[in-house]
């Protein structure tokens, strides 16, 4: 039997659940804001781990992944502890926005401090009161300002830790992507605490893709690390493509763009992605792939100027087996390549 767990002054006992209001602010009219967290306290002991979404604001794929994750009968059976966090920028998502009503970026304000901006102190309260009590992270992400991802896991792929619960959540994509000062996952790496970023989806949209790869990846990584049983007959290989880098494909010119490719395609150097022109169908300009790589991210608005970034692509050195990608059945029948 585990001990009771203690946040923001509230206590869940072992094999209850339990939402608990940490105090973050008060708005103009002095109504209190709340972060919200939903404990499920195991009976017996094993890791905490903490699930956020909504750090940014308006990127609401990942509340419904928590929703349906504390929905799950299996959490009856749970080792350890569960930290579902659906909407930490409480004030971004209020307001439809990627910030915090001041414009700073919570993804770029932590550890925070209780004397900072709005950003850092509510960052500081996260991390107080969810981050220094897990063992282990998920940030639930999606694309931003009219982009859409395909599913991929961001992670530290040094970390031996880190790796394993990378490949175990199976998204298509592993990025081993270079730290940003200020954000969740730098503080994990910071910590010695494994902390995953998934990418899925487009903000203010929901993206059923992105939703259920969500799902199983934070259930696939809840097995590897011992809260929940492991599945009976499974083969546990991970098929997740590892890329060392991601690039961005900017638009040469500003116009209206029509882009050929989908998220998932395997795209070659020098392969068209796209046509901007103006709306004549006059000065049409080719966007052309810079590396050969999996488009990772697209821009599905059509409407650019030069220099935006219409396309991600995850870099990859080598050039993949014909026909790997429909061969590993994980990319959504519509998501795959042209
Ligand atoms: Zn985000």
């Not at 103009?28 to 890791?47: A, F, K, Q, T, W």
């Not at 175990?168 to 592993?174: E, K, L, N, T």
């Not at 899925?200 to 259930?219: D, M, P, Q, W």
């Amino acid at each position: 039997m585990q001990k009771p767990i203690r946040l923001g002054g509230a206590q869940v006992d072992p094999g209850q659940r339990a939402t608990v209001n940490l105090p973050v602010a008060r708005l103009y009219n002095h109504s209190e804001i709340d972060l919200l967290v939903h404990v499920v306290h195991g009976r017996r002991p094993g890791p905490c781990l903490f699930v956020s979404a909504a750090i940014h604001g308006d990127e609401i794929c990942g509340i419904e992944i928590i929703r349906r994750l504390l929905a799950r009968k299996n959490l009856g059976r749970l080792k350890g502890t569960l930290l579902a966090i659906p909407v930490v920028n409480v004030f971004g998502f209020v307001n439809q926005s990627r910030y915090l009503p001041d414009r700073r970026d919570l993804n770029r304000s932590f550890p925070g401090s209780g004397g900072g901006s709005l950003a850092s102190r509510l960052a500081q309260t996260f991390m107080r009161e969810v981050v220094t009590s897990s063992t282990h992270g998920i940030d639930l992400h999606t694309g931003s300002n009219h982009r859409g991802n395909l599913p991929q896991i961001r992670a530290a792929m040094e970390d031996p830790e880190t790796a394993r619960l990378a490949r175990a959540f199976g998204a298509p994509v592993i990025i081993n992507s270079n730290m940003r000062d200020g954000s969740l996952r730098q503080e994990g790496v910071d910590r010695g605490i494994p902390i995953l970023v998934y990418e899925g989806g487009e903000a203010l949209r929901y993206s059923e893709e992105a939703i259920r790869f969500g799902l199983k990846g934070v259930n696939a990584v809840m097995r590897a690390i011992g809260m929940l049983p492991p599945r009976r007959n499974t083969t546990t290989s991970s098929r997740s493509l590892v890329a060392e880098a991601s690039t961005w494909v900017r638009a040469p010119i500003s116009g209206v763009h029509h882009g050929a490719i989908r998220l998932g395609a395997n795209v070659e150097e020098g392969e068209t992605l796209g046509v901007i022109s103006d709306p004549f169908g006059e000065g049409a300009t080719a966007v052309k792939s810079p590396v050969h790589g999996i488009v990772i991210g697209r821009l599905n608005l059509p409407l650019v100027h030069q220099g935006d970034a219409l396309f991600h692509l995850a870099c990859l050195d080598e050039r993949l087996p014909e026909g790997m990608l429909l061969e590993q059945e994980l990319l959504p029948e519509d998501w795959r390549g042209s």
